[in-house]
């Protein structure tokens, strides 16, 4: 079920465009993490979501409900939405107060109040230093105690603007467990992130937004394995994106033209078109010499760098173009890779994803 739906949303500040054509739907329940470089217009979309700001032009529903429609309705659906900042906020008080004060604002009462922050205390982590002035805690926990305030509200909705931007591992790991909460308590979580692979463990969907564009929206397979153009799959970190132009295209098998050598790959792209090819490091084999072998592409270069990575060695190499690999590290000692070292590269036309350079949705 749809919760909020956006259609032609466009947000200008002083005559310059932030977000361009926004057309999206949050579903009910679900995880949604926008994932974009500094200044892509996370946060401005996420304002407009949470109703803080009006947008230059287009439409927010939520629930069914055109919010521009009626100040009061605004108000009503205000109180499903908690907004947590990029940058928290914590009062000069308590811990706990700091967690009390939405609860009180909407005049609860005090036991029911006691109970709520003693068992939220517990899930943030945070009940021994319940009386502990909260301008005193780490980024991390203060963090934690912005969002449980939130939480307090039980909102229907939670905006999570950058939840964990600067925070250690462990502390990351913590915020991550909170919003697993949110989403068991049945929350609808809109989050923004930097960080790629928090998108990937947490969203249950991911928009891609550059530039004020969202480029991509999809579960995070169809987002990391299937990027639709460049942006994207530079944003999602593809390591091997080589700029090409289609020169032939016979039912999809298609040969592409990369600036002196040939790429074959399954496209359905035409003759003409500036494309890139995206190629998985795990999918290249490395091998001493030229064999005989199913891979259509097949490459010969010099080892620039070799980093081991756990099991795993990363071998970057310069075919002429730069390539890189993933091998195990025992097929790596097998071979000798080494830097300065001659290999041969070969993939297979069907490990290649071939997107196109500019487009949009
Ligand atoms: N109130 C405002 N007035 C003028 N410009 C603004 C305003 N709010 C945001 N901007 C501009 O809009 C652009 C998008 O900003 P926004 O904060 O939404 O980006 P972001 O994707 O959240 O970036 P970051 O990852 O750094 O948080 C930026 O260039 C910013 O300077
Ligand atoms: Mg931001």
Redesign the pocket.
């Known amino acids: 079920m749809v919760l909020i739906k956006i259609s032609g949303l466009c947000q200008k500040?002083?005559g310059?465009t932030?977000l361009n054509n926004i057309n999206m739907a949050i579903e009910k329940g679900e995880v949604f993490a926008l994932i974009?470089?500094?200044?892509?217009?996370?946060?401005?979309?996420?304002?407009l979501m949470g109703f803080l700001e009006a947008p230059t032009t287009g439409e927010i529903y939520f629930d069914g409900a055109d919010i521009s429609v009626a100040k009061r309705v605004k108000l009503e659906v205000r109180r499903r939405i908690a907004f947590v900042l990029?940058k928290p906020v914590v009062f000069n008080m308590s811990i706990y107060d700091n967690i009390a004060c939405g609860l009180k604002w909407r005049g609860k009462k005090h036991p029911e109040i006691e109970a709520k922050i003693s068992h939220l205390l517990e899930v943030v982590g945070l009940s021994a230093l319940r009386h502990k002035n909260a301008r005193t805690l780490s980024g991390g926990e203060a963090q934690r105690v912005a969002i449980a305030r939130a939480l307090a509200v039980e909102p229907e909705v939670l905006l999570l603007?950058?939840p964990t931007a600067n925070l250690d591992p462990v502390s990351t790991a913590k915020i991550e467990q909170l919003v697993s909460h949110a989403v068991r308590l049945k929350m609808t979580v809109i989050m923004?992130t930097?960080d790629m692979s928090q998108g990937q463990r947490l969203a249950n969907r991911i928009g891609v937004?550059v530039n004020?564009e969202m480029l991509q929206v999809g579960n995070s397979s169809q987002i990391f394995a299937s990027p639709r153009n460049k942006k994207v799959a530079e944003l999602v970190g593809v390591e091997n994106i080589i700029d090409g132009v289609v020169t032939s295209n016979e039912e999809k098998a298609v040969t592409i033209d990369i600036g002196g050598a040939i790429i074959e790959a399954i496209s359905d792209l035409s003759v003409g078109e500036e494309i890139c090819a995206c190629v998985r490091p795990e999918d290249i084999t490395l091998t001493l010499s030229k064999t005989p072998s199913s891979a259509r592409n097949s490459f010969s270069g010099k080892i620039v760098r070799v980093i081991s990575i756990g099991p795993l060695m990363r071998v970057q190499i310069d075919c002429g173009f730069p390539l890189v690999a993933l091998v195990t590290t025992k097929s790596a000692e097998e071979l000798g890779l080494k830097s300065g070292r001659r290999v041969c590269a070969s993939f297979k036309a069907t490990g290649i994803h071939v997107v196109k350079k500019e487009e949009r949705i």
């Open positions: 500040y002083g310059r932030v974009g470089p500094t200044g892509a217009g996370k946060t401005t979309l996420l304002r990029q603007d950058e923004t930097h937004l004020g």
